[in-house]
């Protein structure tokens, strides 16, 4: 119970999708002082996470986006196009968000851009981190990306946190 407790404090980070770059991610974030979670909709890709990484099992995954915390960070990684841009445009509807990121290209970030602006929510697009981790390297193994943007969220975050201290 004091555990949890401890962990409502601390900075939270949603990572969506326990592929293989989400999983890295995981792992990567998992000894830094936040509060993670990896949610899919398939439960067996949940197996064998880091102990300090809460594992969720969510038919819709878009649907936690509600239930996080002020501030949190939303990475989006999931096995499918479609469910990243409904959980990133959730994430993108608080604006509390402290940091939205998706993985991916700059073709997937002008489809998104383009599915924003039929929504009338084009500025969201300019909230979006896309790809995660910067545009440095184009290495696509998922231990670098994840290195990469766990860099990113916990500068974020922690950055975040630091300035509300008094």
Same mark, same amino acid.
């Not at 974030?29 to 890709?45: G, K, Q």
């Given at each position: 119970k004091e555990a949890e407790h401890a962990r409502e404090t601390l900075p939270a980070v949603l990572i969506f999708g326990a592929g293989h770059a989400g999983r890295a991610l995981a792992a990567a974030?998992? $000894?830094?002082?936040?509060?993670?979670? /990896?949610?899919?909709?398939? $439960?067996?890709?949940l %197996?064998?996470? $880091? *102990?300090?990484?809460?594992?969720?099992?969510?038919?819709?995954? *878009?649907a936690v986006v509600d239930d996080a915390p $002020?501030?949190?960070a939303y990475v989006v990684m999931t096995h499918d196009h479609s469910l990243d841009f409904l959980v990133?445009? %959730?994430?993108?509807?608080?604006p509390d968000a402290a940091y939205v990121g998706m993985i991916g290209s700059a073709t997937k970030r002008e489809r998104f851009r383009r599915h924003l602006a039929e929504e009338c929510r084009e500025s969201d697009a300019a909230? /979006?981190?896309l790809p995660i981790g910067g545009a %440095? /390297?184009?290495d696509k193994r998922p231990e670098v990306i994840a290195a990469l943007a766990?860099? *990113?969220i916990a500068t974020c975050l922690l950055k975040h946190q630091e300035e509300s201290l008094p």
């Open positions: 974030l998992a $000894p830094l002082p936040l509060a993670v979670t /990896l949610i899919d909709s398939r $439960p067996e890709t %197996a064998d996470i $880091p *102990e300090a990484v809460r594992c969720v099992a969510a038919a819709m995954p *878009e $002020p501030h949190a990133a445009a %959730a994430a993108l509807a608080r909230r /979006l981190t %440095a /390297l184009r766990a860099a *990113e």
